[in-house]
């Protein structure tokens, strides 16, 4: 069954009571903002009455009691969208397209970092191999020089083909909805904002080390999609069923060392829980202002 909008109003329009009202009559709807406008979606069969019932209750009806001269059918449900295909949705987002290209492309140039020459250039640290031993330039020394870079270019190093996809495809997942909803600029700026206090995080915990990854960018994504969803409700960012309890379980076994006595390396669990940790807070910003758009 197809979804259709029945209702294109300016923000400024108070449509929770009327959302209450179809609550109450159990319709299926879904409200979306688009740009300075929100749209009120129901199932097709049921267009006609809803906007009759919008003429007549624009504001709901406050005794809790709907007149009208026949029951509302119950709505089917809506028929399941179908996902568009990989290449679909890279052309379709095409700032994540480019992060996910730009990791590509530094993943063939260090060689997933067996190429020492390069990768000594996107680390955190700069450093040098003598003999066994690896020696750390200070942050400091390295900043003075002029090479800002180092603050965010860790979040493109990867160390293995699977290291890579996973990140890869779980970008993909998140920063298309991220893009979708909110716009390409904002996306690229989390990025940057995740990767910086990730890649801070790592080294302030841990300290000099050789570490990189977009996972802690992903966690980043995910408290942000999460709670901007849980204060601003829209399709765009309802995540599959159990995809956050997922990825906070995998932090937690990540944090206890189990996943490394699995055989996966060394985490970087502080990383993970620095962008998770700003992430929900720019969520928590972010879905605050676009409520109090919606409501205004």
Known sequence: MNVVQVL???LNIDLSGFVEMLQRLQVWHRVSVEGDEQVLWVAEPMAEQIR???QHYPEGDPNGEVQRAEPLPPAPAPARPSRPGF???LRNSKATAAVLLLSVVVAVVTGL???LASLRWLTFLDFHVNGDFIY???LDVSLQAGQWWRLITPMLVHFSILHLAMNGLWYLELGRRVEQRQGRWVLLGLTLLFGLVSNAAQYLFEGASLFGGLSGVLYGLLGHVWLYQWLAPD????LPRGTVAMMLIWLLLCLTGFITLLGFGQIANAAHVGGLLVGCLSGLLGG???RRKLTA
């Open 8 to 10: 294109r109003l300016p």
């Open 52 to 54: 009759t019932l919008y």
């Open 87 to 89: 290449v679909e949705q």
């Open 113 to 115: 970092g067996d190429n």
């Open 136 to 138: 750390f330039t200070p």
């Open 235 to 238: 399709a765009t960012f309802r």
């Open 288 to 290: 605050a202002l676009a």
